[in-house]
């Protein structure tokens, strides 16, 4: 009789990911509350940055993998293009309906191209930054694999220590000229690429010196995050930046992501996991419906209420009639 054959490996499905978008997004839509958590709290602790800090390592953790898995950069350009932009126009089209005197018209027509940022265009909706930074991922991407896809699978290593000394070195840079240098940049790279470490990690076969090689990458990471807040945030530029409050914010957030990818049954419930499927419309049109409610609404509460649950109902829309549809047309064309 014969054995029967092995069944093939399959892939681990992380459960909780999803729900981290949705608490990320849900981070982010209340720091843009300004309430008051305490004057310590307020000093040191930035719930957006926390959600952000949560979205580039679920990018990196999902992303790099995939776009490795295949190397097809046209196909990766295509489903990345269907995957953004159909939502990300329809949160320009609210921007110019609820903050139409926010900028020039042409200036919308820039936006259009997610590209704003690259030649010094302001944004429509000012969280767009962060889809500038994954953009710029992309982009990484791409080049990398062109250059020499080693350095985006078994020397993506040297990739991640790259990034975290370029990040030290626009830091320091940053804090001799006291100029605002974009240290987000090079970090949230770093960041990307460690998500994507944890993921190789997690899916390799258990060894005592694979263990070692991954913790020492972990202490690297926060020795770059630490060195990197420490030396561009000991100056405001804006926004209250400082110091502590951007280094326990990183901190959190990466503590947070380990929560999430170990206790991978954490965040597998119905509600984060729909919060989580809509976590992208969410995110990007919550702050023009949130300002348009506490403009017309003079009762706080009341505003905040209407405004939580106007994201969740626009977002559920946009994601069943335009995301979902989108993302098939994404696939049907690069199958």
Known sequence: M???APKPKERK????IEGARGIASLLVFVSHLHLSMGHWLDRYLDLGKIGVVLFFLISGFLVLPSFVSRFQVINFAIRRFFRLYPVYWLSILLAIALMPDSLAWWEYGVNVTMMQQFIGVPNAISVYWTLTIEMAFYFFLVATALVDRQYLTNRLWVTFYALGLASVAIAALRYQTHY???VAMP????LMTYGALLRRNLEATADP?????FFTLTACLAGFVTISCMLAYSFAVKYDENMGKYLLSYCVGILS????????QFLNRGLFVFLGKISYGFYVFHLPILL???DSISNSLLAITLALTSTIAISFLAYKYIEVPANAWGRKLTT
């Open 13 to 16: 499905h992380f459960q909780s």
């Open 180 to 182: 605002k240098l974009p």
């Open 2 to 4: 014969n054995a029967p």
């Open 209 to 213: 010196l694979r263990r070692i090689r």
């Open 292 to 294: 348009a409610c506490r």
């Open 187 to 190: 970090l949230a790279l770093h």
């Open 257 to 264: 992501f380990f929560l999430v990818v170990y206790k991978d």
